[in-house]
T-cell receptor, first 110, second 114 residues
């Protein structure tokens, strides 16, 4: 039973446009939701997070939206840059345990 | 900067061998984690530890054990490696009740079991 789902394995976007990555979850008890970016042969790096008590968090070009009623999380990247090309994982959890989605490969076309 | 260091980037082992993967973090984090990453399956939690000598099973603990004798070090042990344990292994650490829930990852250890 997959508690955190990323239904789009890949996404291609033109440079300068908006990238929207989506994530669905099933457990209402998660405290935090996070997005990570991963390049090949490297560990994931933290991008942005949101607490379950908020519905939006912004950090520069990255904004995360949380819709608790729909159990849906999205990451918006504006404007997209070629260096954003990577695999993006969403994750959900609490104090100790974090569950990751399967990842979405974003390709930003120059 | 937080640094999480994994001892080996690439390992090749034979079926039945005992394998140790070591992880060290330098930021005095209470929590440490071992994940494995496989194509199409994302990151799956093997074990985690919230204190020295404490350990909890994650979602896929079968075939693995862990050791946390010191706060900064978390070891993953494959008692008898099998080919289905060929994977990328990722260690992470975090502060207890960090505001952002952020995990800091190492660069990963790619294990091939022949």
């Amino acid at each position: 039973d997959q508690q955190v789902k990323q239904n789009s394995p890949s996404l291609s976007v033109q440079e300068g446009r908006i990238s929207i990555l989506n994530c669905d979850y099933t457990n209402s008890m998660f405290d935090y939701f996070l997005w990570y970016k991963k390049y090949p042969a490297e560990g994931p790096t933290f991008l942005i997070s949101i607490s379950s008590i908020k519905d939006k968090n912004e950090d520069g070009r990255f904004t995360v939206f949380l819709n608790k009623s729909a159990k849906h999380l999205s990451l918006h990247i504006v404007p997209s840059q070629p260096g954003d090309s990577a695999v993006y994982f969403c994750a959900a959890g609490g104090t100790y345990k974090y569950i990751f989605g399967t990842g979405t490969r974003l390709k930003v076309l120059a | 900067d937080v640094k999480v260091t994994q001892s080996s980037r690439y390992l090749v082992k034979r079926t039945g061998e005992k394998v140790f993967l070591e992880c060290v973090q330098d930021m005095d984090h209470e929590n440490m984690f071992w994940y494995r990453q496989d194509p199409g399956l994302g990151l799956r939690l093997i074990y985690f530890s919230y204190d020295v000598k404490m350990k909890e099973k994650g979602d896929i603990p079968e075939g693995y054990s862990v050791s946390r004798e010191k706060k900064e070090r978390f070891s993953l042990i494959l008692e008898s490696a099998s080919t289905n344990q060929t994977s990328m292994y990722l260690c992470a650490s975090s502060l207890y009740r960090a505001n952002t829930g952020e995990l800091f990852f190492g660069e990963g250890s790619r294990l091939t079991v022949l």
